[in-house]
């Protein structure tokens, strides 16, 4: 009996965890502030085998499609890394937004994202 509980509680909590995705799934734009200027930047987050995946998109740049290595989110907090350049991101769901901080060489930028609205 208690074999049986056990795999029902993790079958459960897996099933939050891909409901929870569906919270950050698709399109979010947001803004940091640097001593170069400011920079818009996409978070595309779509999933994959369950798994959440993340591009990054910066247009004043032209770098577009940038791969996030590693991308999770776990009790409403989004956390995303990027080993080429060596920038995070961390970030918590609150009220249809997802306010955080990117960093990236030792410094610390607000970046607070706001989901893109379908045309």
């Not at 940038?66 to 990027?82: Q, R």
């Not at 901080?101 to 030792?106: D, E, I």
Request: glycine letters at 10%; hydrophobic letters at 40%; charged letters at 25%.
């Amino acid at each position: 009996m208690k074999f049986i509980t056990t795999v029902l509680l993790v079958f459960t909590s897996l099933s939050f965890s891909f409901q929870d995705n569906a919270k950050v799934l698709g399109d979010w734009n947001g803004k940091i502030t640097t001593p170069q200027g400011d920079f818009e930047l996409v978070i595309h987050l779509t999933e994959k085998d369950k798994a959440l995946i993340a591009t990054m998109d910066s247009p004043a740049q032209n770098a577009y499609g940038l791969v996030m290595d590693t991308v999770s989110y776990k009790e409403g907090v989004l956390k995303m890394k990027m080993e080429a350049i060596g920038g995070t991101y961390e970030g918590t769901f609150k009220e249809g937004k997802i306010i955080g901080k990117w960093n990236q060489a030792g410094m610390s930028f607000d970046l607070n994202l706001e989901k893109v609205k379908k045309k």
